[in-house]
């Protein structure tokens, strides 16, 4: 009788056991004794950097390969848009105190907001509609609050799961509470950040927002423009607000892009049109499958 047990054992203990061994009191402390990759002073050196690279690369690949996400839609925005209830209260409070200045702020802040529940609907109908097929569709945002929020908190209101993919600032940011715990990550290198953003991603949904959108927002232009990586709707919520932000006509005009590169995003001003678009892209049926040659 052959014991697969023994079949399947270890040849050399694992990492984990190695870095449980107690050591020598006397020498435990000495930076030269610790384990490299137990040792935190030095991962953390300059010389590492290639290496935490690597880690922020895997860590979330990793875990979204074991829990099973394949597909996801990105909803990129502003931090700074509130939710409609949040800017009509900041508006009462501007006009209890007489403060004209702030009484324009919370006006222009509450006309923003609707901003905010198209990308909450938006969410939940993509967590609605794709949910209980053999390859969800995942929200994805940057994890903080604002439209980024509002992400999280349509797909949240649906039942479904949620990513967050958090970084390391100064300000503006810290992980709302929609997203999915087990989904929650945090990155200290915008590239590989921006980078997990593209990686399943089928779609691309910006909402108005400053440098940080426009930054995602044209990285994600420029890769699909020059070939780098595939096709996908690119979805601009707000066409007056982008028109009057971007003039994608001067760029054509003066031969700084090329004819047909404004059809690589699509303008839309609600969620249900924005849900349109993505459904007819994919030949998202009424059912809960999907032939086996589709990519969702």
Known sequence: MIRHDKLAARNFPSAEEEARQPAPQEISQLPAYRLAFADEDFLLREELRPVRMQLELLKPELIQKELGIEHTVVIF?????????????????????ADPDAIRRAERRL????????????????????????????????????????????AYE??????????????????????TPELCFRF??????????LIRSV?????????????ELFETLTLIQTGKCRRRP????????????????LLIDSGMISPGDEQLFRYVETAEEA??????????????????????
């Open 234 to 249: 690119i979805l601009l919520f707000g066409r007056e607000f982008w028109s009057r932000l971007i003039d994608f006509e």
């Open 275 to 296: 849900w349109a678009l993505l459904k007819a892209e994919y030949e998202i049926g009424n059912h809960n499958h999907v032939n086996s040659n589709e990519p969702i």
């Open 77 to 97: 925005g502003s931090a700074r848009i509130p939710d409609r209830a949040s800017a009509e209260q900041a508006l009462e409070q501007a006009r209890a105190d």
């Open 111 to 154: 006309g923003m907001s609707r901003y905010y529940e198209e990308a909450r609907r938006f969410a939940r109908l993509v967590t609605e509609n794709t949910g209980s097929r053999p390859h969800p569709i995942y929200v994805v945002t940057g994890g903080g609050p604002g439209i980024m929020e509002a992400g999280n908190r349509g």
């Open 188 to 197: 200290h290198y915008f590239g590989l950040r921006k980078m997990h953003f």
């Open 158 to 179: 649906a039942g479904g799961r949620s990513l967050g993919l958090n970084i390391v600032l100064p300000h503006e940011q810290f992980p709302n509470p929609y997203i």
């Open 203 to 215: 779609a691309l949904v910006c909402f108005p927002g400053g440098y940080g959108t426009l930054d």
